[in-house]
């Protein structure tokens, strides 16, 4: 019986002495993302994360969850080492993705819709929206036209309670995962330059093709 329990302790430390990339259940705890994040879209951006090496940012991690309706916040910068939420706001979406619901994504140029899946960072830039990020898509036949379709991280005057207020849904894009103006350059700023992005919708085809969110 001591035996037993001995066994029982040393599993229970063990748990809790795992890094964050291999302990999504602790982490997701510590974290207080229940009510923000599902603990199942959080597992899907951990066990992705997992399979892609070379990202330079490692600790932070970035989840856009766009399951959510556009008046609700999701857009979370989530610091895994010192588990903490780093930032929670509003994003926008692309316009021909749904009003307020996002429920069509594409990767086809010119469609206008959001891409989902796994993307990482690469530089700022100063461009037609102002202080500007690029982001490459890592999912081939999912989201790598993002560079193509010129889809990057901006800050807009629509993206806004103000604009909810008036409209009742959030101010749409082309497709870019838009932030409001008033965080956006400060957010940028700190996931630039090799920050890993997770996003995902109610989208049951990137569930069935994507290989990285599978275990």
Request: glycine letters at 8%; charged letters at 25%.
């Amino acid at each position: 019986m001591r035996r037993i329990l001995f066994i029982i302790i040393l599993i229970l430390l063990n748990i809790h002495s795992f890094s964050n990339e291999y302990n999504p259940f602790y982490l997701y705890k510590k974290m207080s993302l229940n009510g923000k994040i599902s603990y199942d879209i959080f597992k899907k951006a951990l066990i992705g994360k997992n399979k892609i090496s070379g990202v330079k940012n490692n600790n932070i991690l970035v989840i856009i969850d766009y399951t959510k309706l556009s008046v609700e916040k999701r857009f979370y910068v989530l610091d895994l080492k010192n588990e903490k939420i780093l930032y929670e706001t509003l994003v926008a979406h692309g316009k021909n993705s749904g009003k307020n619901a996002t429920i069509k994504f594409s990767d086809i140029p010119n469609s206008y819709q959001s891409s989902l899946g796994f993307f990482i960072t690469q530089n700022s830039y100063v461009g037609e929206f102002g202080y500007s990020l690029r982001i490459a898509g890592l999912e081939k036949g999912i989201n790598s036209n993002s560079k193509e379709r010129n889809i990057v991280i901006h800050g807009d005057e629509k993206v806004s309670v103000d604009y909810i207020k008036s409209h009742g849904f959030l101010g749409r894009t082309l497709g870019c995962p838009a932030l409001p103006i008033s965080e956006s350059k400060e957010i940028i700023s700190k996931i630039k330059d090799g920050t890993l992005i997770f996003i995902i919708g109610d989208d049951e085809n990137y569930l069935k093709r994507s290989s990285l969110i599978r275990s």
